[in-house]
C-alpha cells in the first residue's frame, strides 16, 4: 500500500484554464490562389492574433501553419480577447474582396489541464478544438462549461446550439454561437431561432466542417512524398538532360475493381511498377509518381493534365485481383487529340502477374515507337524479384513507408523483413529497410538513433551484394552514407542511381540534397531544378531543396520565397522554419526571424543550433556556420 503523500506526489498537476484555439477558414484554397500572398497575409494575422492575445492577458502555447492556440487564467479574459480578434479581422476585411479576406473560426472552452514545458494537454484541450471546427466563419463559439462561467457576468448573448456529438469525445458538448452585430451570428439571425435552451441548428452551410490540427500538436515529418497538392508549381528552368522531341508520359494509379478495398495498395503497386520500367528508358520523359498520382479519384480530364503536367501520353488502368484471378487492363490516351493510341486487357493467375507486366510494358514502349539500347532492353525484363509472395508483401510495405511517419515506419518493417524472408536476395527490400532504419535516425523516431544508423548501414551493404545495378540501392546507399559524413562515396552512389534510371525524380532530388551538404550548392541547384521538372507536382521537400542551395549560394531573397512555399506545404516542418528563418536574418528582416524562430520553439522548446548541427551533415565548416550566425541573430539558443 502507498501512503498518501507518495499518492499525491505522483500525481499529475493540474489547472483550470480558459481554452482558445483558432484557425483560419479555407486556408488551402487560399494558399492555392496565391501561395506568396498568403503567407504574408497569414504571417501578419497571426502576429495582430498574437498580440491581441497577449494584450489581454492570455499565453500563446502554440502555431500550427494556420492556427493559434493559447490559455487564459480568466474565462472573461479569453472572451473579450475574441470579440476583440474577431472585430478586427472584420475591419481588416472591409476593402478585401471576399475570395482573399483572412477569416478566423474562435472555439472557446474552460476546463482542466496539464501545462508543462509550454505544452498543454487534457480532454479539455480536445474539446477546444472540436468546439472551433464547429464555428461558423467569422465567429466565436464556446463550450457548455465556458457558457456557464461567463453568461451572467458579461452582456453579450449566445446562440444555443444543442448537444453536439464529436469525434472521440465520449459524451455530447454543449455548444454555444456568440451574438454580435460584427460576428457572423448578429441579433437578427438569433432572433429567428427558437428561444434559448431549445436545440437550434445553424443553417448548412454554416456548419461545414473543416477538422484541424489538434492544440496537443502533431508532428508531422520531412517527407519525400507531401500530399498537400498546390495548383501552382514552381517555375523551373527546363532541364538540358530533357528534349522537347522526347515523348513526355504519365502514368495515373490504376483503379482498383477488386471487392476488397484494401487491395489498393496493389493496384497502386501496379501503377508505380509501370512508372519505374518507363522511367528506365532514356529515350522517354517519365512524370514521377508523386504527381501522377494526384489524380486519383478525380474526373479525367485528359487536356487539363497534359496541360498541368506538360506531357504528350497519358495511361490509365484498372487492375481486378479475386483470388488468385487477375485481370490488368490498360490504355495509352495521346494529349493532343484526346485518342486512345492502345488499349488492352489481360487475364491470368497471380503467379503470371511479372509476365502481365511486362506485357503491357512492351506494348506502350512499342506504340510510342521508342528505340531501345541493348542495355535498356536488358533493363526492362530485370525483376528485383521472382517471388509474387514477396512482392505482395513489398507492396504492402510500400504503401505505409509511403506515410512519411513514425507509425508508418514502424510497420513498414514488418512487411519489407517478410518480404526478405519470402526472398532473401530481394534487394530492393533490403534498402528499403535500411531507408525506414535511417529515417528512424534521422528523424530522431527511435531511443537510440546511433543504433538505427548502424542497422541502415548493415542492411544496405546487403543490398548491395545481392543487386549493385539497382536504382533504388544505389539511392539509399548514397543516403545512408551521407548521414554517416562520406560525401564523396554518397554523391557517387546517387549519380550512378541516375545512370541507371534516368527519369527518377527523387534521385535527382536526393543527389541535390548530397550535393548541398558536400559543399556544391551550385551544382545542386541545376539537379533539384531537374527534379522539379520530373515531378511538377513535387513535394515541399522540394522546395526545401531548393531552398538550402539559394541560401548556401547567398541568394538569401530567393531563399525566403522558397521556404516560404515550403512552410505553407509543410507547416510542421521545423527545420524549414528554421532555414527560413536563417535566411530572413541574413537578408536583416530581424523581426520575421524572430518569429519563426519562436513558432518552432512553441513546438520544441528546448530546441537548439546544438541539436540541429548534430542532423545537418555539412561537410564545409563554413556552410553550418552560415546557418548558425543566422539562427543564432534570430534567437536560437546555442
Known amino acids: 500500500n502507498h501512503s498518501l503523500s507518495e499518492m499525491q506526489s505522483h500525481q499529475v498537476p493540474r489547472q483550470l484554464a480558459a481554452i482558445l484555439m483558432a ?50 487564467n480568466s474565462a472573461r479574459d479569453a472572451l473579450f480577447c475574441a470579440i476583440e480578434a474577431q472585430q478586427h479581422f472584420h475591419r481588416e476585411n472591409e476593402s478585401v474582396p471576399d475570395h482573399k479576406k483572412i477569416q478566423f473560426r474562435i472555439g472557446l472552452n474552460l476546463g482542466d489541464v496539464i501545462q508543462e514545458n509550454n505544452h498543454v494537454f487534457g480532454d479539455d484541450v480536445n474539446i477546444t478544438s472540436r468546439i472551433e471546427s464547429l464555428a461558423p466563419v467569422g465567429g466565436i463559439s464556446i463550450s457548455g462549461s465556458f457558457y456557464d462561467a461567463i453568461s451572467s457576468k458579461v452582456s453579450y448573448e449566445f446562440l444555443f446550439r444543442g448537444e453536439q456529438h464529436v469525434k472521440n469525445i465520449s459524451s455530447p458538448v454543449r455548444v454555444y454561437d456568440v451574438v454580435n452585430e460584427k460576428l457572423s451570428v448578429t441579433t437578427a439571425q438569433k432572433a429567428k431561432t427558437n428561444k434559448p435552451g431549445s436545440v437550434n441548428w445553424l443553417p448548412s452551410i454554416l456548419i461545414t466542417l473543416v477538422v484541424i490540427i489538434t492544440a496537443a500538436g502533431i508532428y508531422h515529418f520531412l517527407s519525400s512524398i507531401d500530399q498537400t497538392r498546390t495548383s501552382e508549381s514552381t517555375t523551373v528552368t527546363p532541364s538540358e538532360n530533357y528534349s522537347e522531341r522526347k515523348p513526355s508520359i504519365a502514368v495515373l494509379p490504376f483503379s482498383n475493381l477488386s471487392n476488397d478495398a484494401e487491395q489498393v495498395y496493389f493496384s497502386d503497386g501496379i501503377s508505380e511498377d509501370l512508372i519505374t520500367d518507363l522511367s528506365k528508358v532514356s529515350g522517354l520523359f517519365v512524370i514521377a509518381r508523386a504527381s501522377s498520382f494526384r489524380y486519383r479519384e478525380k474526373e479525367l480530364d485528359i487536356q487539363a493534365i497534359g496541360k498541368e503536367l506538360n506531357i504528350n501520353y497519358l495511361v490509365t488502368g484498372s487492375v481486378r485481383k479475386l483470388g488468385s484471378v487477375i485481370r490488368i487492363g490498360a490504355q495509352l490516351l495521346e494529349i493532343s487529340s484526346g485518342k486512345q493510341v492502345w488499349g488492352d486487357r489481360y487475364d491470368g493467375h497471380i503467379d503470371d502477374i511479372f509476365t502481365l507486366q511486362d506485357e503491357v510494358l512492351k506494348k506502350i514502349v512499342g506504340a510510342l515507337e521508342v528505340k531501345l539500347t541493348d542495355r535498356e532492353k536488358e533493363n526492362l525484363t530485370e525483376r528485383f524479384t521472382n517471388s509474387v509472395a514477396a512482392y505482395d508483401f513489398f507492396l504492402k510495405a510500400k504503401s505505409q513507408f509511403d506515410r512519411v511517419s513514425s507509425v508508418g515506419n514502424k510497420a513498414s518493417k514488418v512487411f519489407f523483413e517478410q518480404a526478405i524472408e519470402a526472398d532473401p536476395d530481394f534487394a530492393d527490400a533490403y534498402a528499403y529497410l535500411s531507408w525506414s532504419y535511417g529515417r528512424d535516425y534521422f528523424f530522431e523516431w527511435v531511443s537510440d538513433p546511433e543504433a538505427a544508423l548502424k542497422s541502415a548501414d548493415d542492411l544496405i551493404q546487403k543490398a548491395m551484394k545481392r543487386n549493385s545495378r539497382s536504382n533504388v540501392v544505389n539511392m539509399i546507399y548514397g543516403i545512408i552514407k551521407l548521414y554517416q559524413g562520406q560525401h564523396a562515396e554518397a554523391v557517387s552512389a546517387v549519380e550512378k542511381a541516375i545512370s541507371l534510371n534516368p527519369n527518377h525524380a527523387d534521385s535527382y532530388a536526393m543527389l541535390a540534397f548530397i550535393l548541398n551538404y558536400s559543399g556544391m550548392p551550385e551544382k545542386s541547384l541545376e539537379v533539384i531544378r531537374t527534379a522539379m521538372n520530373l515531378n511538377p507536382l513535387h513535394s515541399s521537400l522540394y522546395l526545401n531543396i531548393l531552398g538550402q542551395s539559394q541560401f548556401l549560394t547567398s541568394r538569401y531573397e530567393e531563399a525566403v520565397k522558397t521556404f516560404s512555399k515550403a512552410i505553407l506545404r509543410n507547416p510542421e516542418d521545423n527545420q524549414i522554419r528554421l532555414w527560413l528563418a536563417a535566411s530572413y536574418s541574413l537578408m536583416g528582416n530581424i523581426e520575421e526571424a524572430e518569429w519563426q524562430v519562436l513558432e518552432t520553439l512553441s513546438q520544441r522548446p528546448e530546441y537548439s543550433i546544438k541539436d540541429l548541427s548534430e542532423r545537418v551533415p555539412f561537410k564545409n565548416p563554413d556552410h553550418l556556420d552560415l546557418l548558425s550566425i543566422g539562427l543564432k541573430r534570430a534567437g536560437l539558443p546555442e
Do not use: C
Open 23 to 72: 484557425d483560419i477558414a479555407g486556408f488551402s484554397r487560399l494558399t492555392q490562389q496565391d501561395e506568396d500572398e498568403t503567407y504574408v497575409n497569414v504571417r501578419k494575422s497571426l502576429k495582430a492574433f498574437s498580440k491581441i492575445i497577449e494584450n489581454k492577458g492570455g499565453e500563446v502555447i502554440g502555431y500550427q501553419g494556420d492556427s493559434v492556440f493559447a490559455v487564459f
